[in-house]
Structure formats: structure tokens, C-alpha cells
């Protein structure tokens, strides 16, 4: 029987119905991965993105960047937004290598020959082949940031030539090349989340990591490992990059306005970095840490010939790869 109560219910449930299918068609909200702490350039970067973009849409898109890694590891945020659980996130290309094969290729020691280069490559025609192989498997790039050179630091002793790296227990990002990358030189690597290395290292479980200056400073790491080499064995690209579920559901207008807030948001990035790293490390010397410049990279590099070896043989395809970065002036 139809009471006015239950009448009432009724109306009320369907309103609620209508008024949240009217507000998605009309607001959209997105969730952002960031492992980065507030006031680091990459976060600096990304909170203006998300504001750029809630603006001049009128607040029809708004985003929101959750810091620290809360929603998850890095490996699990990538998946994550592969699937469109998450919307955005700054993702280093580094773990994006057991997911997109090519990126293998930028997480080659020395592929690189400087910071500014690598700027080069992915911001022309080589980058595009990156993100064009990334946007198949679901993610969007919408443009790159920086993360400087990393470099090996640990609590034993300073990194002169790579068979100091002998016998010292290494933290990695998780990819088999970094593996293989410590191998080499005769070290052991362990692949863990960033967020663990600082007590691994108290604890012994490790010696040391490898990183630039400002995730350095950022983990407190010169507190526990405060003899930093510059090996420069790394320049890793990073993202922004977009779920392709949730890409696609923007109007083309609304995507044009997320890109040239993206690229915008690059740029500051990049703006931000180069004067982050030079304090972090002004930073670490006063807080104690030991930097040993190291002048002559050749015997590391000289090191990493199995690494390339045992890359080649396993993506054959990919040799052209190197080479196109490394025509690139
Ligand atoms: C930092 C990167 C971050 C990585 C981290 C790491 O910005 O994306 O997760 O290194 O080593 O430099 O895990």
C-alpha cells in the first residue's frame, strides 16, 4: 500500500538519485598519487597543477593530490591508475619499466650524458615514442619532470671507484636493471619502497641507497648514510600522467585545459628543481653529510658494459632506442 509516507521516501530517494547523476555530469573530482612531502618542488608543482585546472574550469574538474605515498606504493599507484582507481599521479619512469618495457630504457645507467639532454630527448620526437608506448598501457602523458642525477650514498665509506660499491648492501627502486646496475659493481641491491630505507639502514639491513639530493634530504637520509658520491649513474624522467579511463571521459575542451596546466606545471617543476637540489645539498654538507665528487665517471661506466650486454640480449628491439637518445645533443 502506497502510504504518504512511503511516498515521501520514495521522492526523496529519487531526488537524491537525480541531484548526484546531475552533479557527475556536471563535476568531476580526481585523485592524485604523489610520494613527495609538502614544499618539495614536485608536490609545489602538482598542487598547482590541480589548482590551475579546478579554476579555469569553473570547478566543473577539481583535483586533489594526496602527498606522502598515502594512497600506496609507487608500483601500486602505477597500477592503480592503469585501471582508473586512481586519476593522476607524478610517477618516476623508473618503476614504470616492469609495465612498459621501452621506459627499460631510461633507466639504463649513463643513457643520458646530462640533466640537460635528457630535457632534450623527452621534450622531442624520442619522448613522444615513450609516451605514445605508455599510453597503451593506459596511462596518459601529459608532460615530463625532472629528477636530477642520482647518485650512490651509504654509512661505510665514500664511493671513489666502483669497486668501493663491493660487498655494500644497496637499496633500489624496483626494477631488475638497478639490480643488475649494483651487481656489476659488485654490490647487492634490494629493491624496497623509499619510505623504509631510512630505518633498513639503522637497523643494518642496508648500507646505503642511491638518489639525488632533494629525496636525500627529504628521507633524512644524511642523518644514516652521510657519505654521498656522485656517481651520476642515473637520470630518470618523471610524469604527470593521467588514467586513460579517466582522459578519456573529458570533453576535448576540458583536456586541452588539463594539458597546458600540465605543461605549465612542468615547467615550474623543473623551475623549482634545480634550485631544490642545490640547496639540498648545501643543506646536507651543513648537517654533516660527506659529499665526494667524483671527477672521472669512465670506470663506472667502464662497470655497466654486462648491464647493457644482458639488456640487449633480452630487448634486441630497444638498441635503436639507446642510440636515438644518445643522438640527441
Ligand atoms: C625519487 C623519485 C620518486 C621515487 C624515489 C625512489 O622522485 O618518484 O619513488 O626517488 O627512489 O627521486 O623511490
Request: proline fraction near 5%; hydrophobic fraction near 40%; glycine fraction near 6%.
Amino acid at each position: 500500500m502506497i502510504t504518504a509516507k512511503s511516498l515521501l521516501r520514495t521522492t526523496a530517494i529519487a531526488a537524491a538519485i537525480l541531484c548526484t547523476a546531475a552533479s557527475s555530469a556536471f563535476a568531476t573530482s580526481w585523485r592524485g598519487w604523489n610520494i613527495h612531502a609538502p614544499g618539495y618542488a614536485n608536490t609545489v608543482a602538482l598542487e598547482d597543477f590541480a589548482k590551475a585546472v579546478g579554476e579555469k574550469t569553473g570547478g566543473k574538474l577539481t583535483l586533489k593530490v594526496y602527498n606522502n605515498a598515502v594512497l600506496g606504493d609507487q608500483p601500486d599507484a602505477i597500477e592503480q591508475t592503469r585501471n582508473g582507481a586512481l586519476d593522476f599521479g607524478n610517477f618516476n619512469l623508473g618503476p614504470m619499466g616492469p609495465v612498459v618495457p621501452i621506459t627499460n630504457v631510461l633507466s639504463l645507467p649513463f643513457v643520458f650524458s646530462s640533466e640537460e639532454q635528457m630535457h632534450h630527448v623527452m621534450d622531442g620526437k624520442v619522448g613522444q615514442e615513450f609516451a605514445d608506448a605508455i599510453a597503451k598501457k593506459g596511462l596518459i602523458v601529459l608532460s615530463w619532470f625532472d629528477s636530477g642525477a642520482r647518485s650512490m650514498f651509504n654509512d661505510k665509506h665514500p664511493i671513489k671507484t666502483p669497486a668501493d660499491v663491493k660487498g655494500l648492501k644497496i637499496r633500489v627502486m624496483d626494477n631488475q636493471l638497478y639490480v643488475d646496475m649494483v651487481d656489476a659493481m659488485g654490490g647487492n641491491a634490494t629493491p624496497m619502497p623509499m619510505g623504509s630505507i631510512y630505518q633498513s639502514i639503522t637497523t643494518g639491513v642496508l648500507d646505503g641507497a642511491e638518489n639525488n639530493y632533494p629525496s636525500y634530504t627529504e628521507f633524512n637520509l644524511y642523518q644514516v648514510a652521510k657519505y654521498y658520491s656522485t656517481t651520476d649513474h642515473l637520470i630518470i624522467p618523471e610524469c604527470l600522467c593521467v588514467a586513460k579511463k579517466s582522459w578519456d571521459a573529458l570533453d576535448p575542451k576540458t583536456q586541452d585545459i588539463v594539458r597546458q596546466a600540465a605543461l605549465a606545471a612542468s615547467k615550474e617543476q623543473r623551475e623549482l628543481w634545480a634550485k631544490a637540489s642545490e640547496k639540498a645539498k648545501q643543506d646536507a654538507i651543513k648537517a654533516g653529510a660527506k659529499i665526494n665528487e667524483i671527477k672521472d665517471l669512465k670506470p663506472f661506466q667502464d662497470a655497466m658494459k654486462p648491464v647493457y650486454a644482458k639488456f640487449y640480449k633480452k630487448y634486441p628491439d630497444l638498441q635503436k632506442v639507446v642510440e636515438e637518445i644518445r643522438a640527441v645533443k
